[in-house]
């Protein structure tokens, strides 16, 4: 079945520190690839997504994520947080067939000044 | 583009009522998808309509659930005999077919008491 794994429900780092949230997928075919983030209380905003192409995508707000086929993995990166990236942050894999996104449970980042 | 629409933004509504979600998708938007979301975890897909016509519905939708989009615009959806289980917010998105990006909603509150 096809499913999406975040290893961390939490992570801390400082203000100013480098970023990386895992993010696994299990998909038999090609993968369309999707980071969300969420503030507390609000919907769903697209940071980047994958395709095809480079594997290395640019998202917005300093943001890029690798796909790896072989590791089957999707990791999204920042180097450098600011308080502002506080939030929750979410993977999904987009199954073609039927239309739909399916998404981890999702990373809750929290920011130390 | 005014972004996807929802409302209301937060009900609150006693155990066994029924209540009723609106959606308004991003103009022009063929596709347009609901979801639910729980406390601390990533959005489940409920339902999605290419145009008027809806293609795809979770087993997580109920007969208690019925969802609409009767001209291909705006969709509703209708919780009935609502349950403390349904507590949840109901996210809507849209996109301009598959492949493109999936917008979110800020979101539907709904808290069954």
């Known amino acids: 079945a096809q499913s999406v794994t975040q290893p961390d429900i939490h992570i801390t780092v400082s203000e100013g520190a480098s970023l990386e949230l895992r993010c696994n997928y299990s998909y038999g075919a090609t993968p369309y690839l999707f980071w969300y983030v969420q503030s507390p209380g609000q919907g769903l905003q697209l940071l980047l997504k994958?395709?095809?192409?480079?594997?290395l995508v640019q998202g917005i707000k300093g943001f890029e994520a690798e796909f790896k086929r072989s590791q089957s993995s999707f990791n999204l990166r920042k180097p450098s947080v600011h308080w502002s990236d506080a939030a929750e942050y979410f993977c999904a894999v987009l199954i073609q067939g039927a239309q739909k996104l399916v998404f981890g449970q999702g990373t809750r980042l929290t920011i130390n000044p | 583009d005014t972004g996807v629409s929802q409302d209301p933004r937060h009900k609150i509504t006693k155990r066994g009522q029924n209540v009723t979600f609106r959606c308004d998708p991003i103009?022009?938007?063929?596709?347009l998808y609901w979801y639910r979301q729980t406390l601390g975890q990533g959005p489940e897909f409920l339902t999605y309509?290419?145009?008027?016509?809806?293609?795809?519905k979770s087993r997580l939708l109920s007969d208690r659930f019925s969802a609409e989009r009767p001209k291909g615009s705006f969709s509703t959806l209708e919780i009935q005999r609502t349950e403390q289980g349904d507590s949840a917010m109901y996210l809507c998105?849209?996109?301009?077919?598959?492949?493109?990006?999936?917008?979110f909603g800020e979101g539907s509150w709904l808290t069954v008491v």
């Open positions: 998105a849209s996109s301009l077919g598959f492949g493109n990006t999936i917008y």
């Open positions: 309509f290419q145009n008027e016509a809806q293609l795809e």
């Open positions: 994958y395709f095809s192409g480079d594997t």
């Open positions: 103009s022009e938007h063929n596709r």
